[in-house]
């Protein structure tokens, strides 16, 4: 398996405009989770769907923020209007269903930057 | 809900000494306690992990002890290399319950392994 996939990789945009990453899980794991990683706040969970149902958004900062997640083996998590505070790596990952493994496995992550 | 602290934030030790890093949860119901390995610029990946139902973990040169009672457990690195030098994060979880498995995340320990 070629593991949780994120893109873009890299994202440069300005303070305003709409982000949106992606993201495709580990074919088979059924849960999956949004984090957000900045130097001040470190590593923060934002949302996590199991079964593709959103289970925990609590960590969302604001309404500015939504997540979903239509099939099994894609996500996205959008940003509308971004702002410069907004900028953060953001890293989803996945594990498998409960009974396997409570591993949870990290994408490469998306450098986001706002302008 | 839980609150994952950890100690210390930053640790320099000389190659060949041992590594220390301590955390402690909040939430007794907790039940897996996962150690992620960040080197920079790159995913965090799990390291080595324990459950309640233990007491101590070893692979190698790492090793991760529970206090159930304290609720506390820490990860040693014996023998430190250069390439231990990491942001190591602990996290705890409440694997049972069902909805996948959420981790709350300490706040992160810079190791670095001195020549």
């Known amino acids: 398996d070629a593991g949780v996939i994120q893109s873009p990789r890299h994202e440069v945009t300005e303070m305003g405009q709409e982000v949106t990453l992606r993201c495709k899980p580990i074919?088979?794991?059924?849960?999956l989770f949004w984090y957000r990683q900045t130097m001040m706040r470190g590593l923060e969970l934002l949302i996590y769907?199991?079964?593709?149902?959103?289970?925990?958004d609590s960590g969302m900062p604001e309404d500015r923020f939504s997540a979903k997640m239509p099939n099994a083996s894609f996500s996205t998590l959008k940003i509308q209007p971004s702002e410069p505070r907004d900028s953060a790596v953001y890293f989803c990952?996945?594990?498998?269903?409960?009974?396997?493994?409570?591993?949870?496995?990290f994408g490469p992550g998306t450098r986001l930057t706002v302008t | 809900g839980e609150n994952v602290e950890q100690h210390p934030s930053t640790l320099s030790v000389q190659e060949g000494d041992s590594a220390v890093i301590k955390c402690t949860y909040s939430?007794?119901?907790?039940?897996?306690f996962p150690w992620y390995k960040q080197e920079l610029g790159k995913r965090p990946q799990l390291i080595i992990d324990?459950?309640?139902?233990?007491g101590e973990k070893k692979d190698q040169r790492i090793a991760v002890t529970l206090n159930k009672t304290a609720k506390h457990f820490s990860l040693h690195i014996t023998e430190t290399q250069p390439e231990d030098s990491a942001v190591y994060f602990c996290?705890?979880?409440?694997?049972?319950?069902?909805?996948?498995?959420?981790?709350?995340f300490g706040t992160g320990t810079q190791l670095k392994v001195e020549l």
């Open positions: 996290a705890a979880s409440n694997a049972l319950t069902g909805g996948g498995n959420k981790l709350t």
């Open positions: 769907f199991n079964n593709n149902v959103p289970i925990d």
């Open positions: 939430d007794s119901a907790s039940n897996y």
């Open positions: 074919s088979g794991h059924n849960s």
């Open positions: 324990i459950r309640s139902n233990v």
């Open positions: 990952a996945s594990s498998p269903p409960a009974g396997f493994s409570h591993e949870q496995y």
